[in-house]
């Protein structure tokens, strides 16, 4: 084959490819009236809905308009159906009225039928043959502009059946859409992002040009608004409160005596809700549909938090920060539907799809569970007027990051808890994770510059000799999983040696030492998609869904899992073995078993900075469980545990002395030891052992020069 007939095989398949997809959009049009009857077809039930038949003739007309009028010899189906079935475009001339669309007894349903047949057959006559760049455009988008009216169909017939007292279901087998999960809100970095559409694959003009936009930190909720905390909003007499409000909202509301989202009744004893599957209970965990942008702007203030703008939402979305994207419910931005920099609407009448639109509405984002598969991409812009409901509309909620408002999910209660628990005990004890508030783990970067405190480092300088041996493994779009990530500092040497890794997700428990670690990583490697992750990594910790499927690989460097006690690392280890699933590997630092002044010199430097550091839980008591600690009546105390190998810190009481803090009474003898972290430390052959307790293969160690730390590649056992 030469290359220009390679070119046009190419091309002819292109076209053929073209052809297959204006045929199945055509004919699942035709499919979404099969369980209609043609009463159903022909009824408005509101100004904003139209009949279903209007649909069938007006995707149609939108082909023999844009398309078929210029080729030569093609007649059109009837003359009258321009003025019927334009919908809004200006430069065609005059058309009937939006809100009387409704009284189009004829053409009847069979005709439109037949006009629909007689457009597809010269359609498919015109791209059998060869389709100029201009047409391919127009054709892809009409077969764009009917999957959008897919969707309108089905929110117009949800509309229309909703109006009958017998409350018919369109499809009794659709399934109602999935709970949400418990739900987290995610911490972003913001910074310049690019959002917009590039590429050549098709996008609306409205999505263009893409171009840079400068975005806070903020946080979004990985997933949407549910039927349940709707029922609390509502309970806290969400509709009534004027200050929740925006004025216009409230005008709305009012007027309309909203009480429930659109298609809620309640019928004495509870809600029901109309959907397409008929009239059923609400169910709590399912999220809430068909609300306004008012209602979605009421209940973010209520929750103390906001709308996503586009840009945030598009940012998160397209680094696979967010689930329930495009299947459930189009999301309410707080952006008003506007151009671009740089938008010029395209020539003539097909010009006018967008762009002249972009007044008095506001932008929703994702898809839903109307919307065709394949039709929505992160770049997507869907628009409606703020006061609308009955598209399939939802919220995503965001948050601007306040200093000190970022808290793990119930934290304070489990520290409490564990305090309580941990300074009740005969042999006092805390873990060590709750060293790290804001400065505790600035201490620890402090600690990690220190002469005496080897393992940085040296690690560090490990680190960077293997590096490109680390990198030989890792396979192209690798996402990295890092737990205990701190200030990611050693991540650096790996990514550089890695370009391959296009994802990070650092799990830490302290969302300050986090949140600046992902701002200042950022900045550095502005292409790389970072989702960190606030929590305990003892516990499952949900990777983001969007992950899904690409290959993980694992980080624990720091001797971090040395803090664990061996049957915690040997749960944690399972649990990464099942997070990261098959085919996975962890690269581990951990320090190596050396002789005793080193290990001490370490753990009790000269300045005092790890006393410091240990004694900072009793400041952080003090903070956030109104104790009273003396910080001065304790000594640091750093000790080698032989049989244990392990450098364990204490803090000691000086005096006997009661102490209260979340609301109990603690008492200390004089020279009473509270156990405040272990240190383990580890030899190739103990490392070894651990690692095949928990399901994993050493597959390859590599030890520094004294002072010994080592890094060890784990992967899981077949
Ligand atoms: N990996 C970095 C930081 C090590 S310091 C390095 O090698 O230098 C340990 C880090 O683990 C801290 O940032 C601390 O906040 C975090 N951490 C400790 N216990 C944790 C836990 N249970 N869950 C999540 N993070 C934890
Ligand atoms: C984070 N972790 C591995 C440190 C360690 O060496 O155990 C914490 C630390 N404690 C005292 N100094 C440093």
């Known amino acids: 084959m030469d290359s220009l007939e390679a070119l046009r095989s190419v091309e002819s398949s292109r076209e053929a490819l073209m052809l297959a997809k204006f045929v199945s959009t055509r004919r699942q049009t035709e499919r979404l009236i099969v369980p209609l009857g043609p009463e159903d077809v022909v009824v408005q039930s509101m100004p904003d809905a139209s009949p279903v038949k209007w649909h069938l003739a007006h995707t149609t007309w939108f082909f023999e308009t ?29 058309r009937q009225p939006r809100a009387l669309r409704g009284l189009l007894t004829r053409p009847t349903l069979e005709a439109v039928l037949a006009y629909r047949a007689h457009v597809d057959h010269h359609m498919e006559l015109l791209l059998g043959g060869e389709v100029s760049p201009e047409s391919e455009g127009l054709v892809r ?41 418990s739900g987290h809100f995610r911490l972003r970095p913001g910074g310049l992002v690019e959002i917009g559409h590039r590429g050549d694959h098709f996008a609306f003009d409205n999505e263009g040009p893409r171009h840079r936009i400068w975005l806070q930190p903020f946080e979004i909720s990985d997933r949407l608004v549910t039927n349940g905390e709707w029922l609390a909003f509502m309970a806290d007499d969400g509709y ?19 009480n ?73 931005t707080n952006s008003a539907y506007l151009p671009y920099p740089g938008f010029s609407p395209g020539a003539g009448a097909v010009g006018e799809y967008n762009g002249k639109f972009m007044s008095g509405q506001m932008v929703l984002r994702g898809g839903s569970s109307f919307t065709p598969p394949g039709h929505t991409r992160s770049t997507y812009r869907n628009f409606f007027k703020p006061e609308q409901r ?8 965001a948050r601007d990051i306040a200093p000190g408002r ?24 805390m873990s060590p994770k709750y060293f790290y508030d804001g400065a505790g783990s600035v201490l620890f970067e402090e600690i ?30 690798a996402v990295l999983v890092e737990f205990g990530s701190g200030a990611s500092e050693k991540t650096r040497t790996l990514l550089e040696a890695a370009p391959q890794i296009t994802a990070y997700v650092p799990i830490d428990i302290s969302e300050d030492a986090l949140r600046n670690a992902t ?65 996975a590997q962890l690269i581990l630092g951990a320090d190596i078993v050396k002789d005793e002044a080193t290990l001490i010199a370490a753990y009790d430097d000269g300045a005092g900075v790890t006393a410091r550091f240990n004694k900072n839980l009793l400041v952080r008591i003090n903070r956030e469980l109104s104790g009273n600690f003396d910080i001065d009546a304790f000594d640091h105390l750093a000790v080698w545990n032989r049989e244990h190998e392990r450098v364990e810190m204490h803090l000691v009481s000086r005096t006997d002395q009661i102490v209260t803090a979340a609301g109990h009474a603690f008492s200390f003898k004089a020279g009473e030891r509270l156990h405040t972290e272990n240190s383990h430390k580890f030899t190739p052959s103990s490392l070894r052992r651990l690692a095949e307790a928990s399901g994993w293969v050493l597959e390859n160690q590599w030890i520094s020069p004294k002072p010994e730390f080592g890094i060890f590649k784990l992967v899981v056992a077949p």
């Open 519 to 583: 701002l200042r990583l950022k900045a550095g490697y502005p292409k790389l998609s970072v989702t960190p992750i606030v929590g305990d990594f003892t516990t499952e910790v949900d990777l983001p869904t969007a992950l899904n499927g690409r290959p993980l690989v694992g980080f624990f460097p720091g001797s971090t899992i040395g803090n664990l006690t061996h049957a915690e690392a040997i749960a944690f280890l399972r649990t990464v073995r099942r997070m990261l699933a098959a085919g």
């Open 390 to 397: 009955w598209m399939r509309s939802g919220i995503r909620l």
């Open 260 to 332: 429930a989202p659109f298609y809620w009744q309640h019928d004495g004893s509870a809600w029901q809700e109309m959907s397409l599957r008929g009239f059923n209970p609400i169910v709590a965990d399912s999220p809430v549909t068909h609300i306004s942008f008012y209602e979605a702007d009421a209940y973010a203030r209520w929750a103390s938090a906001r709308l996503p703008t586009e840009a945030e939402w598009e940012a998160a979305a397209s680094d696979g920060a967010l689930d329930q994207v495009a299947d459930v419910a189009w999301q309410w």
């Open 141 to 181: 988008l009409g077969i764009a502009h009917e999957e959008q009216h897919q969707e309108l169909i089905l929110m117009d017939v949800l509309h229309l059946l909703a109006q009958s007292p017998l409350k018919p279901g369109y499809d009794g087998t659709l399934c109602a859409d999935i709970g949400g999960k």
């Open 240 to 258: 009534n409160r004027p200050d929740l409000w925006l004025s216009d909202g409230w005008a709305q509301a009012q007027s309309q005596a909203w």
């Open 66 to 94: 844009f398309l078929l009028g210029s080729v030569d010899g093609y007649t059109a189906f009837d003359p009258a159906f321009g003025y019927l079935f334009n919908s809004y475009y200006e430069a065609l001339g005059p």
């Open 406 to 429: 970022y808290e793990v999910d119930g934290s304070d209660s489990a520290f409490a808890a564990d305090v309580v628990k941990g300074l009740s005990a005969r042999q006092k004890t």
């Open 448 to 477: 990690c510059r220190l002469d005496e405190y080897y393992p940085t480092r040296t690690e560090t300088d490990l680190l960077t000799k293997i590096a490109r041996d680390l990198a030989a493994d890792i396979p192209d779009d």
